[in-house]
Each structure stands twice: as structure tokens, then as C-alpha cells.
């Protein structure tokens, strides 16, 4: 173990206003993590990946067109198979055998569409040691970017602010491994716990659960180590979905040990086996392709739906007279309101029923012609506008009025954290039979689990079940 530093254990435990960085952190944050935050592990393997499976086309053009389909598919198969994700622990050896796998695989099936396209044996042999040779390239190029990884963890060069959470053997096992050595990638710099779970040992706690949000601020960290937190797991997942917090990189030690992944190799730190838990949130990449594709979709749906718009448009008229659009405050993501922007297909009383009653089936302010646009969902069209002004997305919890939005988040407490994303003209839930007169915590639990399990195969799923709703008139 590390020399304790000279910190009080109990002092943070009533701290929550304003933590004193002077006694509950006594661990310095780094300013290699600060400089290299915008580091990730693919941006090191994938150029050198690539490289090496185009090298081939130094030497001939013969096969370009192969050489460039195995590539392309060689990374999408190592990205699949979580060859670009970030790991604690790294070493060739570990990766071998699944680089050595997709490897063939990928380059069995290119060469057998030459084979199919190409009758000559020479053309195909000559195709073949191409492949050989990128794929020998690719291993060496792994260990040499492996090496490297190692080296620059060791000097320091490269690291990342981590907070254990959790007090118990387990977790104070990590933060003296992650002191103690540095080619895991994470500098510990604080350790967290349920204030019932302050406990006296060698890592002094600088807070507890509740003060996880400052901590995170405060030590610039990027990286959550789930450990052995003394705390029910609803608990800690409320403390986890928070803004700040959900934007770190989760990683967790299994519940039950020895558990890792499947379908992977695993990866630990200091033998302790540790796994990388999906991003429970939207962000960088992923949320740049959603709001791309959002764009794409608003953007040619508009053009194509005129027609169909200026048909509900003059509909709605005629059911309802002059007042062709309702707007109405909404919130949407991070909790933040915004005017959505629908068909009218009732009239409320005054403003103050428009936003605290709930509308239900078959209700009397609706007009048959208002009623056939909330059953297909035309009455939602002019959402689109809504998408592309950056207020929803495409797929995504529905967006819910404040008065309910309160309501709700005060009645069920997975209810806030649908608001982690866009707000959508349609959702996991709605397509699931979760409409009108349903209960809210299951769509709650819809809706969420659209949020961490999220792929853009997700969205085209929900929105080809959305299609296929509106033919069937199966909404409201």
C-alpha cells in the first residue's frame, strides 16, 4: 500500500455546499489528462490499421478493387468485434487470436468473390499474397501501436482523471493499482462512497455519492470506476445520470467475479477484471451521426411530404377554422422547454387546460377529421421543423408538457433520465403499444433503455414500426 497522506476520513462526509479541495482532495489532478482529454484509442489504431491494408497497392493496382473491399471490410469487422475500443490492460498477445480471426474471415470472403468474378487461378493466387501481406502488417502494426500505448502510459504522457466509487476492499485495491501503475491509463485522483460507506483505510474518501457532480468538475475527471459502492443500485444510477457525471467513461468492476464479457477478450486491471460499460448517454461520435442522420431524414421528408402537408393544412381548416398550427411548450433535452410545433385537432377551454390536462382516446374536443390525424400521426408532421431546428430528433422519448414532466419525474425516478436525449417525433415507446392511456413507468423504462442500448439499426427499426402504425391507424 501507498503512504496514507496525512487526510482526514470523516471530514467529507458532511461536506456538500462547497467541498474544501484543501482536505477531501488530496490527490492532484493530472495535465497530461488535461491536454490529451480529446485522446481516444481508436485514433491510433485505425490510421495504422488502414495503412497497412492498403500498403498492397504500393506494390500493384492489379487488385485494387479487392484490396479496397478488404480493407473497408476488415474494419468494419474489427470494429465490431471491439478491436478500436479503449482497454486498461494492453498487450499483442491478448489481441492475437481475434485479430488473427476476423483477419481470415474477411479475407476469405473477398477472396472468394474474386475467385467468383476472376476464372483466372493466377489473378486470384496473386490477390491472395496481397492479402498475406496486409494481414501481416496489420499484426506488427498492432504490436507497434500496443508498445507504444504502454510507453507513453508509463511517462505519463498520456492519462486520464479517474474517481473510484466505492469504498470497500475491492475499491481500495484499485486506487492503490492505478497508483501504483501507470500503464493502465488512469491517474486516480479521489474516491467516493455512500456516506453510510465511509469507512477508515488506506485511501482517504474525498466525498460521498452526492458531492460525485462537483468532484467530477473540480478534478476535470473523465473516467468512473465502479467498484463496490455501498449504496442500492437505483442510488447509484441516479448519482451516474446526472449531466456531469453521465459524460465520463463508466468503467465497473463485475458483481459477480470473473464475470467478464462475451464474445470478447477480457480486460482487468492488476488481475482484477474490469469491464467498460456502454456510454449511458449520447455524445461525440454517436451523437454526431444520430444528429446527421436527423438532418438527412428532416430534410427529405420535408421535400417529399409537401404535398401531404398543404392537404392537412387546408384539412385542418376546414375542421377547425383559422388557427391551422398549436404550439406548446415542451421539454426537451437536459430538461430545457421548447415549442413544439403540431396540426391543431382540438380546441381547449384556455390556455391553463391546454397545459395541465392530460388528453386521453375518444375525447369530445377532437373532430372526426382531428381524429383521423392523431390515429395515422399527420397531426405530428410539422415536427420536422422542430428536428431541424436542433429542438428533437427523429427517434426518441416523446416530449411531454412541464406540468407532467414535474409530475412524473416526482412519481417515478427513472422519468427524469429520458431527458439525457432529444426528445423525438416518435419512440421505442410509442411503437411498443406505450400510447394514450398507458402507464408511465413503462414507457419510462422504453424510453431509457432506447438511451443506452441506442444504434442507428435502432432508429430505422423504430421508425420502419412507426410506418407501419401509421398504415394500421394504430395511434391515439
Given at each position: 500500500m501507498a503512504s496514507q497522506p496525512a487526510t482526514s476520513t470523516s471530514a467529507p462526509a458532511a461536506l456538500r455546499t462547497g467541498l474544501d479541495t484543501t482536505a477531501v482532495l488530496p490527490y492532484a489532478k493530472s495535465r497530461a489528462s488535461s491536454r490529451t482529454r480529446w485522446l481516444?484509442?481508436?485514433?491510433?489504431?485505425?490510421?495504422?490499421?488502414?495503412?497497412?491494408?492498403?500498403?498492397?497497392?504500393?506494390?500493384?493496382?492489379?487488385?485494387?478493387?479487392?484490396?479496397?473491399?478488404?480493407?473497408?471490410?476488415?474494419?468494419?469487422?474489427?470494429?465490431a468485434g471491439g478491436l478500436y475500443r479503449p482497454r486498461r490492460h494492453v498487450g499483442i498477445l491478448d489481441e492475437l487470436p481475434i485479430l488473427c480471426g476476423r483477419l481470415l474471415a474477411s479475407a476469405a470472403v473477398v477472396a472468394i468473390i474474386a475467385a467468383q468474378r476472376h476464372s483466372s487461378v493466377e489473378y486470384v493466387s496473386g490477390f491472395v499474397r496481397g492479402v498475406a501481406l496486409s494481414a501481416g502488417l496489420?499484426?506488427?502494426?498492432?504490436?507497434?501501436?500496443?508498445?507504444?500505448?504502454?510507453?507513453?502510459r508509463k511517462q505519463r504522457w498520456v492519462e486520464h482523471n479517474a474517481i473510484v466509487i466505492g469504498s470497500?476492499?475491492?475499491?481500495?485495491?484499485?486506487?492503490?493499482?492505478?497508483?501504483?501503475?501507470?500503464?493502465?491509463?488512469?491517474?486516480?485522483?479521489?474516491?467516493?462512497?455512500?456516506?453510510?460507506?465511509?469507512?477508515?483505510?488506506?485511501?482517504?474518501?474525498?466525498?460521498?455519492?452526492?458531492?460525485?457532480?462537483?468532484?467530477?468538475?473540480?478534478?476535470?475527471?473523465?473516467?468512473l470506476v465502479i467498484a463496490d459502492p455501498n449504496c442500492p443500485e437505483s442510488a447509484l444510477m441516479e448519482t451516474l445520470l446526472r449531466p456531469r457525471s453521465s459524460r465520463c467513461d463508466l468503467w465497473a468492476v463485475p458483481r459477480l467475479w470473473g464475470s467478464g464479457t462475451q464474445g470478447g477478450y477480457p480486460d482487468h486491471i492488476g488481475a482484477i477484471p474490469i469491464i467498460k460499460i456502454s456510454d449511458i448517454?449520447?455524445?461525440?461520435?454517436?451523437?454526431?451521426?444520430?444528429?446527421a442522420s436527423d438532418l438527412t431524414f428532416a430534410t427529405v421528408a420535408l421535400i417529399l411530404l409537401t404535398p401531404l402537408l398543404l392537404l392537412c393544412a387546408v384539412a385542418t381548416f376546414i375542421d377547425g377554422g383559422r388557427g391551422i398550427f398549436f404550439h406548446q411548450e415542451r421539454i426537451g433535452r437536459y430538461g430545457k422547454p421548447f415549442k413544439v410545433i403540431k396540426f391543431r385537432t382540438m380546441r381547449p377551454l384556455d390556455e391553463q387546460e391546454s397545459q395541465t390536462?392530460?388528453?386521453?382516446?375518444?375525447?369530445?374536443?377532437?373532430?372526426?377529421?382531428?381524429?383521423?390525424?392523431?390515429?395515422?400521426?399527420l397531426d405530428e408532421l410539422p415536427q420536422l421543423w422542430n428536428i431541424l431546428r436542433g429542438d428533437m430528433s427523429v427517434v426518441g422519448p416523446r416530449p411531454e408538457r412541464p406540468y407532467f414532466v414535474e409530475k412524473f419525474s416526482a412519481e417515478y425516478p427513472t422519468y427524469a433520465a429520458r431527458h439525457r436525449v432529444p426528445v423525438g417525433l416518435t419512440g421505442l415507446a410509442q411503437v411498443s403499444g406505450l400510447r394514450g392511456d398507458t402507464p408511465i413507468s413503462d414507457r419510462a423504462r422504453f424510453d431509457n433503455y432506447y438511451i443506452e442500448n441506442w444504434s442507428l439499426w435502432l432508429d430505422i427499426k423504430v421508425l420502419l414500426r412507426t410506418v407501419a402504425e401509421v398504415f394500421r391507424g394504430g395511434g391515439r
Open positions: 481516444r484509442a481508436w485514433m491510433m489504431t485505425l490510421p495504422i490499421d488502414i495503412a497497412a491494408l492498403l500498403t498492397p497497392l504500393l506494390l500493384s493496382q492489379t487488385y485494387w478493387r479487392g484490396t479496397l473491399a478488404n480493407a473497408a471490410l476488415t474494419v468494419a469487422i474489427f470494429a496489420v499484426i506488427a502494426g498492432r504490436a507497434l501501436s500496443r508498445a507504444l500505448t504502454i510507453l507513453v470497500g476492499p475491492i475499491g481500495l485495491e484499485l486506487a492503490r493499482l492505478l497508483r501504483r501503475y501507470p500503464q493502465y491509463g488512469l491517474r486516480f485522483v479521489g474516491c467516493v462512497d455512500a456516506a453510510a460507506g465511509q469507512k477508515t483505510g488506506s485511501v482517504p474518501l474525498s466525498g460521498t455519492l452526492d458531492d460525485l457532480e462537483q468532484l467530477v468538475r473540480l478534478l476535470e475527471c473523465e473516467v448517454t449520447l455524445s461525440g461520435p454517436r451523437w454526431a451521426i444520430k444528429r390536462n392530460w388528453s386521453i382516446a375518444h375525447d369530445r374536443r377532437v373532430g372526426p377529421i382531428g381524429r383521423f390525424m392523431r390515429r395515422t400521426s
